[in-house]
């Protein structure tokens, strides 16, 4: 009689999908659709700075992302409507034999804002991490927009040095290509430490927010005391800022200061940082 097959080759994973569409309804923005599959939620929507912005935290309960896993998240706002996306924690992406996936699809509609604010994702050593984004806005939809990869867990002594990191970013107004990029990073790789490449910096970061400001504004943002290595460049209505950092702590410190003085200027409101920043 055959042995049964050690359980050890069976890796479990997760798929899960979540999608989540807003509206305007008089002064109020709501969500019109929350609709979920597998271990992805948001939590109670928040008006935290009034009806017009409507805040969701997105929760992931296994609590990381391992091989095999799948996550698929999809969100509409609607006409007139504001939504503000983020998260209660990093996303960690462990150690795998198999890459684990993640497909981002937002849609904003003509008037309408989304802020996608989530905090830092972590890649342990040994991940196999490949996100898909794809943004779609129409008319004067408006964005803010950032990400933040942390390679390793430089505070435990560990580096990148195997597995990888892949993404691509599409953001497309009316259809036409407003910006188009694609990262591959390889543990290990030279690129690591080269001055041409994250110069030794674990941690990078990208801010992208729809609009032009003027130059006072620009030099302003330039010239924040920080502890990173960034910068920011107008291109033809999309604003965006870039950083290199030796914690995420800081990439995240530089990205929400950035936030309180481009929001007004390019999206009209104060800043008001949601709650869940500071837990």
Not at 11 to 30: C, I, K, M, Q
Not at 56 to 67: F, R, S, T
Not at 188 to 211: H, N, R
Not at 236 to 256: D, K, M, N, Y
Request: charged share 20%.
């Amino acid at each position: 009689m055959n042995a049964a097959a050690p359980s050890a080759l069976f890796t479990p994973s997760w798929h899960a999908e979540l999608e989540l569409g807003y509206g305007r309804d008089g002064e109020t923005t709501r969500p019109t659709l929350r609709r979920h599959k597998g271990p992805l939620r948001v939590q109670k929507h928040l008006y935290a700075e009034g009806p017009q912005v409507c805040q969701h935290i997105i929760v992931h309960p296994p609590g990381g992302i391992a091989g095999g896993d799948r996550l698929a998240i999809s969100a509409t706002v609607g006409t007139g409507a504001w939504a503000q996306l983020t998260s209660p924690g990093a996303a960690k992406w462990y150690r795998a034999a198999a890459p684990a996936y993640q497909q981002l699809k937002l849609r904003i509609e003509a008037g309408a804002t989304l802020e996608w604010l989530p905090q830092e994702t972590i890649l342990y050593a040994g991940a196999q991490a490949e996100l898909h984004s794809e943004i779609e806005l129409l008319g004067d939809a408006r964005l803010c927009y950032w990400d933040i990869v942390a390679l390793g867990r430089p505070a435990s002594g560990e580096r990148f040095d195997a597995g990888h990191f892949q993404a691509q970013l599409n953001i497309r107004r009316d259809g036409q290509l407003l910006w188009h990029e694609r990262q591959r990073v390889v543990g290990g790789d030279g690129l690591l430490d080269s001055p041409i490449g994250l110069d030794g910096k674990p941690v990078f970061a990208t801010l992208l927010i729809s609009g032009e400001i003027n130059s006072e504004l620009l030099e302003h943002c330039r010239s924040l005391n920080t502890p990173v290595r960034g910068d920011l460049t107008q291109l033809p209505g999309l604003l965006v800022a870039r950083c290199l950092a030796s914690e995420a702590l800081h990439a995240r410190a530089w990205l929400i200061e950035l936030w309180h003085l481009l929001r007004p200027a390019l999206l009209g409101r104060t800043a008001v940082p949601p709650r869940i920043w500071s837990t």
